[in-house]
């Protein structure tokens, strides 16, 4: 997931037409394996070895070397942090809030405790606005402030937008292989209360929405980075709708999560068709 994070913050800077910021990558990098880390180790299970998930069972069969890179990870955000500006750090200490308060138990109705993922209908919300703002947002306040890039504020929201529409389509799937746990636990996503099918039916609205925002809002014609997101699109599609009967958990973090990583290497490859035809 680090490396997925990286991969969107580089897919940014590409289509800003930006050079890469290297404390935003290594932020990036460490503040979500920090987080992901840390949510698994406070959500430990009373018995991990018998898990159903076998990356629970991994992570805790390899304990101490887990939480010395969480420790680590967590550690190297300070000097990272003191590096970017002003308004990035604001942004990222919003951002951690809702990512911690996303796992930890900070509520209570009686003698239930909860987080912000048990309130009905945030869970998926939360994990897309965190995402992209992460990777779009971030990126563009930290290009800008070095002068390696000028980009209008009507171009940023648009792509925010965009992203937000493929990270939404992307977190629905594991809400629907949760659902029956979900279910058991009174967890209100999109999946428990539309069903399963309307559920598939609306990740292909919201990357039919990121085509529609990428045709209505295209700077340089049909450009090879057009073509590459577009192909992109039907690709995450065809794995949601394939995610239907695949329910092996590898699918989902290496396939799913995969194409985070993907569509940066798509694109690159795609400008990269230009040198070869020149």
């Known amino acids: 997931m680090s490396l997925c994070a990286v991969a969107q913050a580089l897919l940014t800077f590409h289509l800003i037409g930006s050079k890469p910021v290297f404390p935003v990558l290594g932020l990036l990098f460490t503040s979500t394996l920090g987080i992901y880390n840390f949510c698994i180790l406070i959500t430990r299970p009373t018995k991990p070895q018998r898990s159903p998930y076998k990356r629970v069972r991994w992570f805790f069969a390899h304990y101490r070397l887990m939480v010395t890179f969480t420790i680590v990870s967590l550690l190297s955000l300070v000097p990272l942090f003191f590096i970017i500006t002003t308004e990035s750090k604001i942004l990222l200490i919003f951002l951690s809030v809702l990512s911690f308060g996303y796992g930890l138990p900070l509520f209570s109705v009686g003698d239930h405790k909860f987080g912000l993922r048990n309130i009905p209908g945030l869970k998926p919300f939360l994990i ?45 799937p594991f809400d629907i292989r949760d659902l029956f746990d979900d279910r058991k636990v009174g967890l209100k996503t999109i999946p428990v209360v539309w069903g399963e099918k309307s559920a598939y039916l609306f990740c292909q609205v919201l990357l039919t929405g990121y085509i529609v925002l990428m045709f209505l809002f295209r700077q340089n014609g049909f450009s090879l980075d057009f073509f590459a997101l577009t192909l992109t699109m039907f690709l995450t599609g065809w794995l949601i709708f394939r995610s239907a009967w695949e329910k092996n958990e590898y699918y989902y973090f290496f396939y799913m999560d995969g194409v985070l990583i993907l569509q940066y290497v798509i694109v690159v490859a795609f400008n990269a068709l230009k040198y070869f035809f020149r």
């Not at 209008?152 to 937008?161: E, G, K, P």
């Not at 937000?164 to 977190?171: H, M, V």
């Open 128 to 172: 897309t606005l965190v995402w992209t703002m992460s990777c779009v947002l971030f990126p563009v306040l930290e290009s800008m402030h070095n002068h390696l890039t000028d980009i209008s504020m009507r171009d940023t929201t648009i792509l925010i937008a965009k992203r937000f529409l493929f990270i939404g389509a992307l977190t629905i």
